[in-house]
């Protein structure tokens, strides 16, 4: 079983909608959480980081986590082409200096 | 405000060579983490620097190293190149990388290994 596990996609969207994008993992341990966002050929760049149970909101980004579920995903709201891009969920792991990140989901947003 | 900066943006090697990339992390930053991204996959976490030690290691062989120098940068060699070797590598700096610390990525370094 991977470390971190996401769909590959592609997740295509029309302009407006929500997108949602989904996250397992393995290690109960984890407990700091990440969602960032790579356009193609570009480096990651951090959108969220979530640490407790719940719902964490940042503009049109919300962030959930489930730790009984060992499940987190990330909401886009009013989806729009520039959100195109591949997301990459990512947990802090043992030893707590190093990122383990999923293989990515691939979204598009069609105008 | 400088972000995270590598060299070189692309290199072309052939096997058995050996290969060396730099990273200069923000400025405030004292710790350098590197990834290997292979196409279509995540980030894999290679090691990280602090203090000029190497902190943390991944799952990665011994021809992989690095170095810290006083102002922070960093290098990473790889040693006896393989084809598998072919990837974006990416420096993430960070204030004492610890857990929760928000990483800066630079524009990573292409490497072709023919």
């Given at each position: 079983q991977k470390e971190v596990e996401q769909n590959s996609g592609p997740l295509s969207v029309p302009e407006g909608a929500i997108a949602s994008l989904n996250c397992t993992y393995s290690?109960?341990?984890?407990?700091s959480f990440f969602w960032y966002r790579q356009y193609s050929g570009k480096s990651p760049e951090l959108i969220m980081s979530i640490y407790s149970n719940g719902d964490k909101e940042d503009g049109r980004f919300t962030a959930q986590l489930n730790k009984a579920s060992q499940y987190v995903s990330l909401l886009i709201r009013d989806s729009q082409p520039s959100d195109s891009a591949t997301y990459l969920c990512a947990l802090e792991g043992a030893g707590g200096f190093k990122t383990i990140f999923g293989a990515g989901t691939r979204l598009f947003v069609k105008a | 405000d400088a972000g995270v900066t590598q060299s070189p943006t692309h290199l072309i090697k052939t096997r058995g060579q050996q290969v060396t990339l730099r990273c200069s992390p923000k400025s405030g930053h004292d710790t350098v983490s590197w990834y290997q991204q292979a196409l279509g996959q995540g980030p894999q976490f290679i090691f990280q620097y602090y203090e000029e030690e190497e902190r943390q290691r991944g799952n990665f062989p011994d021809r992989f190293s690095g170095h810290q120098f006083p102002n922070y940068s960093s290098e990473l060699n790889v040693n006896a190149l393989l084809l598998g070797d072919s990837a974006l590598y990416l420096c993430a700096s960070s204030s004492q990388?610890?857990?929760g610390e928000t990483q800066y990525f630079g524009p990573g370094t292409r490497l072709l290994v023919l």
């Open positions: 290690d109960r341990g984890s407990q | 990388g610890g857990a």
